[in-house]
């Protein structure tokens, strides 16, 4: 009966109670807060002024200034926008896919379930990161080159969850039901199947996400991702890299906010996971 | 009088898988089913659990897939139809499922539970459609203040009334009820049965009521069917099936309804086990249980006949029947 006695209130009510979740939650809001805020920084991030480079912390630039003289703090709120949208759309168009093939494969079954399914398992032997760098090799590196390439080698494991939620639920009387009265495959697949199957979709988008912020660092980084002057948290550690025995400030910061942004996604998924989990419920 | 509902030697058999994916077996689970029923009656169709009543009611309906034999539904004919030529026909014929706390979708709420068929066939829309819905909610006893709420915050008896106002919704000739009340206390099977009945009057309604209680189907049907096994064994209107049973199995059934009567110690009705429906008894499937069975009943599959008035048995010695019969 489980997730069938799902309610609203319960699920928020367990959420807020698990403190990691709401940690990671915190993280979440104060990056999308950082990137909102971005055109209020005190400097612009593509100003450069050769008189102040290499600048430590300090009152005027919080975070200090890089190689040429540019704001770190002002880059890194700009860095936060390129990452919630490379985040974002990447595991949007991994979702929307993953829903598609996994409801059509577990709601018809059949030959048609075993297409997609073995196509799923092809894509799967690919390390998508390689497959990524070659893709990206051939074409122009732009971030929405990247969030392109990101989403349509994320989907897989969105395909598996719908798919298997699918063929537990098409078995249900309620499914049954609106057959009976006259609903069509699309009506029982989107009204009927598809809400009650979101929630586990839900979990892994939230960790997709992470991993998706990871994904364009780990690029811009390597050079491949977002193009410089553009600031991305991946670029401004390669930047930070050359110096970083004299100006510690050009990494540590960017890197600290990959890794508190990933770790706020990763904390708030598993959080709702636990949430939605009527087993775990009461096992805190 | 042409019936509404004709089914003749329906049959539908699953494949069964034995562990690790060997060893198939056939379970037949539906095996020439045949009857017929009127505008307007009910028949009860009664069994043990597993006898294939439920996928009798889902055959009719096609939900299930038949595998063979004839469903005619007011002139048409619905085994060879597929299930988009289907469609339009489901206005006329409408189900009501066992489990109330399965059969209605979780995440809508009752009045998009009830709207929807109405919705689906274009019966009504914007201000009539609400007020559509509100009447029917009235007609099974809840009301407006119930149109927004969630089904999880219902009991299973409000919730078996929506699911019955669904049905409704469509103004269906027949409705499938496969075990309408089996799920719900005592108290509250009543109340849903008569809200059936009520609602039969009213609406003109032909039941195909199927349930495993003697006694529920005694109060609400015109004539009973009885299964075994896959098989209809016994078909009779039913005050003669109450009164005088012609086949042992429902003569057993009728023994083991309690009797109201303190101190009355009583043997148990059937000896045996029912048997599996992977390896069903040869001939008639009822005989090792069977305290009328002689050897033609472990050879000869005995065929539904009719014994006189519309009475049909399927028992090589269905004359004797009565010999067993306490009261």
Known sequence: MGRDIFSRNLFFKHLRSNRMAMAGAILVVIMFAMATLAPFAPHDPLLIDISQRLQSPSVNHFLGTDDLGRDVFARILYGARISLLVGFVAVGIATLIGICLGALAGYYGGWIDAVVMRFVDIMLCFPSFFLILAVIAFLEPSIWNIMIIIGLTGWMGVARLVRAEFLSLRERDFVLAARTIGASDRRIIFRHILPNAISPVLVSATLGVASAILVESALSFLGIGVQPPTPSWGNMLITGKQTLGTAWWLSAFPGMAILVTVLGYNLLGEGIRDALDPRLRNSR | ???????????????????????????????????????????????????????????????????????????????????????PLRREMQMVFQDPFSSLNPRLKVGELIAEPLQIHRLAKGAQLRSETIRLLKTVGLGEEHLDRLPHEFSGGQRQRIGIARALAVKPKLIVADEPVSALDLSIQAQVINLMRDIQQEFELTYLFIAHDLAVVQHISNRVAVMYLGRIVELAATDTIYRAPRHPYTEALLNAVPVPKPGKTRRPPLAGEIPSPLEPPSGCH?????????????????????????HLSACHFHAEVGRFRRS
């Open chain 2, 1 to 87: 009088m042409k019936p509404l509902l004709e089914v003749s030697s329906l049959s539908k058999s699953f494949q069964v898988k034995g562990p690790l994916g060997t060893g198939r077996k056939q379970l037949l689970a539906v095996d020439q089913v045949s009857l017929h029923l009127h505008q307007g009656e009910t028949l009860g169709l009664v069994g043990e659990s597993g006898c294939g009543k439920s996928t009798t009611g889902k055959l009719i309906l096609r939900l299930i897939e038949p595998d063979s034999g004839s469903i005619r539904f007011d002139g048409s004919e619905l085994s060879g139809m597929s299930q988009r030529q289907l469609r």
């Open chain 2, 286 to 310: 009822f005989h090792p249980r069977c305290p009328y069975a002689k050897q033609v009943c472990r050879e000869q599959r005995p065929e539904l006949v009719d014994i006189g008035s519309g």
